[in-house]
């Protein structure tokens, strides 16, 4: 355990994101997302776990992740087949999670569930939640931090 961490973020996932540059893509994955199959061709090149929900993972991950400020959306929900404008439950709880992390209303992108693969397979990483709830799967683009801290 160490201070100011939150304790979800295990060794492995910590190394990536610390490991990740600006622009670089981390996918939160449901229980039912391919995982493991995508995750061989992201630059990790394996598949990460941590074992909570795909808001509190959210959550976790944004605590020591900075979202990048140069795109129009650094955030994206899967949409849900044939409903593109749908926001599940799911994904309004992560949504909220961005919200208080950058202080600000932050939209997430809606992104198309074959494409939302594709973009996964390019990423640098994934992270398997324990979510179950269907269309728990988002992607995040990392940011940087100024001088300033």
Known sequence: MLKGLDPLLNADVLYALRAMGHGDDVILADVNFPSDSVARSTVLGRVLRID??????????LSVFPLDSFVPAPAGRMEVVGKPGEVLPVQAE???????AEGRSLPMAGIERFAFYDLAKKAYCVVQTSERRFYGCFVLKKGVIGPEG
């Open 52 to 61: 909570a929900s795909a808001p509190r993972v959210a959550k976790a991950i």
């Open 94 to 100: 992560v949504q909220r999670e961005i919200d208080a």
